[in-house]
């Protein structure tokens, strides 16, 4: 099955349509995904307007970079502690 990628704009617009009364078989049929892609996007998404939700992913990014930056700094320190204790 073919993966489509949809942008911000598109996925922020489906969810409001959702919300504005439109029935969510409806929206999904139409736009060629599950179920449970469309929940998974009212979960993040709702209430968000497009420029909070690319702050947002922009935010996750860079999570996500301090995250393996610490991890990348706690293993140095405990191989230089390790060097240390066997020199003592």
């Avoid at 949809?6 to 996925?11: A, F, K, T």
């Amino acid at each position: 099955m073919k993966r489509k990628r949809y942008s911000v704009e598109q996925i922020t617009a489906a969810v409001k349509q959702v919300e504005m009364g439109m029935p969510v078989a409806e929206l999904i049929r139409r736009m060629g995904v599950s179920e449970q892609t469309f929940y998974r996007w009212k979960k993040l998404y709702a209430g968000l307007e497009v420029d909070q939700v690319r702050q947002l992913r922009q935010l996750q990014e860079e999570n996500g970079r301090l995250k393996k930056v610490v991890a990348e700094l706690t293993l140095d320190r405990a191989m230089l502690q390790d060097v240390l204790r066997k020199n003592w």
